[in-house]
């Protein structure tokens, strides 16, 4: 049984589409995180959500819009895509916000043409 | 806000050799210290971590080192294999803010 799950896990797309990537832990944790992992295999913070209240908005451009219906689920919409925005997105999940590990998804690939 | 610097950016080993991946951070509040491991195509996985209140801790084949005062922390692996080849994150927190990654280590273990 998987503890977090992205879907889908490979995105291909246009410019200027609207895409989103939906992501899911069963682990009971309170915290969730999506993480942008470029070519350069840097992991950047982008948002965090606690019990469904987002705790953190790093600079990142107001076409992508998390979105956390419950603490289960954590769900990236991007609006308007660029090419820069291909990337692999990591969904993560922590035990609550003062928690220290991190169980990571098995990440979206997302490819813009 | 925390700073991790990684160093180096890639390691090349023969099977058999040691490894180290060092670290550097910037806030002196940080007291958690974890080591991630990414092999190719898949997700980051906790390896080991350490805690301020110790100078090392080791489990198997790998050890982490930690000097608070200089403010950085390295990972050791030695007689290393090929399965070991991935790449390395290092990361720091104080636990009231999330993690801050380093840029990551290529490790590459050669036959």
Redo the contacts between chains.
């Keep these: 049984d998987t503890a977090v799950s992205q879907t889908p896990k490979y995105l291909v797309t246009q410019m200027g589409n609207d895409k989103s990537i939906k992501c899911e832990q069963n682990l009971g944790h309170d915290t969730m995180?999506w993480y942008k992992q470029d070519s350069?295999?840097?992991?950047k913070?982008m948002f965090?959500y606690n019990n469904k209240e987002l705790i953190?908005n790093e600079t990142v451009p107001n076409r992508f819009s998390p979105k956390s219906p419950d603490k289960a689920h954590l769900n990236l919409h991007i609006n308007s895509l660029e090419l820069g925005d291909s990337a692999v997105y990591?969904c993560a999940s922590s035990q609550d916000w003062?928690a220290?590990?991190?169980t990571?998804?098995?990440?979206s690939r997302l490819t813009v043409l | 806000g925390e700073n991790v610097e990684q160093h180096p950016s890639t390691l090349s080993v023969q099977e058999g050799d040691s490894a180290v991946i060092k670290c550097t951070y910037s806030d002196s509040a940080s007291n958690y210290f974890p080591w991630y491991k990414q092999e190719l195509g898949k997700r980051p996985q906790l390896i080991i971590d350490i805690r301020s209140n110790v100078g090392e801790k080791k489990d198997q084949r790998i050890a982490v080192t930690l000097n608070k005062t200089a403010k950085h922390f390295s990972l050791h692996i030695t007689e290393t294999q090929p399965e070991d080849s991935a790449v390395y994150f290092c990361a720091a927190t104080s636990g009231y803010s999330t993690l801050t990654f380093g840029k990551g280590t290529m490790l590459l273990v050669s036959p």
């Design positions: 995180y350069k295999k840097f992991l913070i965090s953190i990591f003062g220290r590990v991190l990571f998804g098995a990440g």
